[in-house]
């Protein structure tokens, strides 16, 4: 099974992300997310940041259900 290397590249690839939106934020850029596609031109905000850290927050505690 990959679940759990699965869920492994989910954690690290999200807080990557997670990174990344933070130092947007903090430059002030005005920089739009690809998360919806051609069809909306949506500014990464603290919106992205809270879906990046619910999703590492997601894979981390599916790592410690197969962990414990």
């Known amino acids: 099974q990959f679940v759990f290397l699965t869920n492994l590249v989910l954690a690290?690839?999200?807080?990557?992300n997670a990174i990344g939106v933070v130092g947007v934020l903090k430059s002030g850029r005005d920089v739009r997310c690809a998360?919806?596609?051609?069809?909306?031109t949506l500014p990464?905000?603290?919106v992205t940041?809270?879906?990046?850290?619910?999703?590492?927050?997601?894979?981390?505690?599916n790592l410690l259900g197969f962990i414990f």
């Open 44 to 46: 990464v905000g603290r």
């Open 12 to 16: 690290v690839v999200f807080a990557i």
């Open 35 to 40: 998360c919806a596609g051609t069809g909306f």
């Open 49 to 61: 940041l809270f879906e990046d850290l619910v999703m590492v927050m997601m894979a981390g505690l």
